[in-house]
């Protein structure tokens, strides 16, 4: 009896002795007339195979792309992974692989996806090597998984420039901060300042203190002639009229009122004392100017006053003096006191008063009464008279006499006497006569009279030449030409001379 054809072997002729063992590549059922090839995404590199599931099943990362075969035919292709029975190098995607996914890359011969290396990641399906991976995105980490996007923010405090494989990549230095996800060091802004690295925030700058410009790791003191409140980038300046010895101030009202007789012109100053006050103004305390016109704190030097360099106030033009001009510099500007007038008080704008009668008062005098041996006044001499308001003593007129002091007034020469000087009557001299009132120029006896006495008051007080004598001249004191005076003699002979 003929026996079949044992599995593992097939036999293809008739006759046979003994089965023929089934080839590598192959499988051979019981009953073969022919081998059987293994299936394509498998191989088998041994005889005597009884079915197809004893082919191999082609391993990971190769591909078998033909039916019978005795070994894989090759590496799966870069950009595509192959798993086990793949039967092409580039798989659809499928059960036995496909285009290598995102998050990863695929190079020659993969099985699976190889996650990008620590720092990367790659969004892109296809990739075939590290390469291929992208550095993880700014303010990312990416600590080395299959992601396809940049997903874990880098941690506050810190910051990732890109590639990074931790969420603390790089410190944060002092004066910045960062907020969780930062690509870059934020400097603190104007007016903060942070001391410490790894930050995510920064300080206000304290009061007294101040942080310029940004990115302050150290406060700076407030310096003097400034304040600096709360958050302050840069020290802000005492305003004009204003100043501050002080440093680490921080309010307005730190600033002092700058100093009476001085003024405070520029912003942050620190001393008052610098710039005094211009002569013919006064400033009062917080001057922002050398020469104030109409401010509060000053002005032009008034009426009455005077003012020097450095005057907190107007100084009262002294006794005896009057200003009635604005802006004087000195107390020699004051105007002294007119002649005839007093000046009776200081900061006077003009004289005010009369000098008393019976006084004169030369200028400069501060009472209507003056007694100072006629420096600015004094009592009206003797031969003078003064009325009220007299600046200089007015001597008594010719025919006048004052023998007194202290009058405003002159009396009138008495009969018989002349008056010249006006102090004290002379007594009417010979061959004249003086009614009242007369002066230097007495009145002479007429021709044809003398007079011999002193003291006549009247013309009729002269008399007559005597008969035989004849007078022949004005003011003749004698008939007789012996007693020298001229004018005079004896009647001629062959004439008669009545009395």
Request: proline fraction near 11%.
């Amino acid at each position: 009896d003929c026996t079949p054809c044992i599995s593992g072997y097939y036999c293809n002729v008739e006759g046979l002795a003994d089965p023929i063992d089934c080839p590598a590549g192959y499988f051979c059922v019981s009953g073969s007339v022919t081998p059987q090839p293994c299936p394509l995404g498998t191989y088998s590199n041994s005889t005597g195979l009884r079915r197809s599931t004893d082919c191999t099943p082609c391993p990971g990362g190769q591909y078998c792309d033909g039916i019978g075969r005795t070994e894989p035919a090759g590496l799966c292709d870069a950009g595509f992974y192959c798993r086990e029975r793949a039967y092409t190098s580039a798989p659809p995607d499928g059960p036995t692989g496909g285009l290598c996914p995102a998050g990863g890359y695929c190079p020659e011969g993969s099985a699976t996806n190889t996650p990008c290396p620590v720092g990367e990641y790659s969004k892109s399906s296809g990739a075939k090597a590290a390469t291929d991976c992208i550095p993880c995105d700014p303010g990312f980490f990416c600590a080395g998984s299959s992601s396809t996007e940049a997903s874990q923010q880098c941690a506050a405090g810190y910051y990732c420039t890109g590639g990074a494989g931790i969420a603390t990549q790089f410190d944060t230095p002092a004066g910045h901060y960062t907020l969780e996800g930062a690509h870059t060091p934020i400097p603190c802004p104007a007016g903060q300042y942070q001391q410490a690295q790894r930050s995510s925030s920064c300080e206000i700058c304290p009061q007294s203190f101040y942080c310029n410009g940004t990115g302050t790791i150290d406060t700076i003191l407030c310096p003097s002639g400034h304040y600096c409140p709360l958050g302050s980038e840069y020290p802000t300046p005492c305003p004009p009229g204003t100043y501050n010895p002080n440093t680490g101030m921080y309010e307005l009202a730190h600033c002092l009122e700058c100093e009476e007789g001085y003024a405070c012109q520029n912003y942050g100053m620190s001393n008052s004392q610098t710039t005094p006050c211009s002569a013919g103004y006064y400033c009062g305390k917080g001057s922002n100017t050398t020469i104030p016109v109409g401010m509060s704190f000053g002005d032009v030097c008034p009426l009455g006053e005077y003012c020097p360099e450095g005057s907190p106030e107007g100084t009262h033009c002294p006794n005896g003096t009057y200003s009635n001009v604005t802006g004087l510099h000195s107390e020699s500007q004051c105007i002294s006191c007119d002649p005839g007038r007093v000046c009776s008080g200081s900061g006077l704008t003009a004289p005010n008063g009369l000098c008393a009668a019976g006084y004169y008062c030369r200028g400069s005098a501060y009472t209507d009464r003056p007694r100072d041996g006629g420096a600015t006044g004094d009592v009206c001499p003797k031969g003078h008279y003064c009325p009220e308001g007299t600046g200089e003593p007015n001597t008594c007129i010719p025919g006048s006499f004052n023998n007194v002091t202290g009058l405003d007034y002159c009396f009138d020469c008495p009969a018989g006497f002349y008056c010249v000087d006006g102090e004290i009557p002379l007594a009417c001299p010979r061959g004249r006569y003086c009614p009242g009132n007369t002066t230097a120029a007495q009145p002479y006896c007429p021709r044809g009279t003398y007079n011999p006495d002193f003291g006549m008051v009247y013309e009729s007080d002269c008399r007559p030449c005597l008969g035989g004598y004849y007078c022949d001249t004005l003011g003749a004191t004698e008939f007789d030409p012996s007693l020298n005076n001229t004018g005079v003699g004896k009647c001629a002979p062959s004439y008669y001379c009545k009395s």
